[in-house]
Nanobody, 125 residues
Framework: VQLQASGGGTVQAGGSLRLSCAASGLSFSSYAVGWFRQAPGKEREFVAGFHRGGSRALYADFAKGRFTVSKDSAKNTMYLLMNGLKREDTAVYHC???????????????????WGRGTLVTVSS
């Protein structure tokens, strides 16, 4: 399993970015997938994700109403559209996958076996 996140960059506060996570060696029908982020000096935190095969997304409270996670099974790619970006959204964003996670554990980074190299998002004021 390999995951590759891309799409990060520098954007002004209030702007938007769309991140992509290209996956290989897995099927979204069999794996839970998620986005996490880690800001300097902070713990890694859950952003959004899907249970394996699921169409219902789970969001962290800070992401609700601003971020939208989606996936394209034909392209084996997951996306994270981020609108209304704030300075506190500055972080390295990672995508992750695991085939054994139940829905209630989607937010637990320790449960994920596979991680991609992150992409840096910097929000300037």
């Amino acid at each position: 399993v390999q995951l590759q996140a891309s799409g990060g960059g520098t954007v002004q506060a209030g702007g938007s970015l769309r991140l992509s996570c290209a996956a290989s060696g897995l099927s979204f029908s069999s794996y839970a997938v998620g986005w996490f982020r880690q800001a300097p000096g902070k713990e890694r935190e859950f952003v959004a994700g899907f249970h394996r095969g699921g169409s219902r997304a789970l969001y962290a409270d800070f992401a609700k109403g601003r971020f939208t996670v989606s996936k394209d099974s034909a392209k084996n790619t997951m996306y994270l559209l981020m609108n209304g970006l704030k300075r506190e959204d500055t972080a390295v964003y990672h995508c992750s996958a695991d085939r054994s996670i139940i829905f209630s554990s989607l937010q637990d980074a320790e449960r994920y076996r596979f991680w991609g190299r992150g992409t840096l998002v910097t929000v300037s004021s």
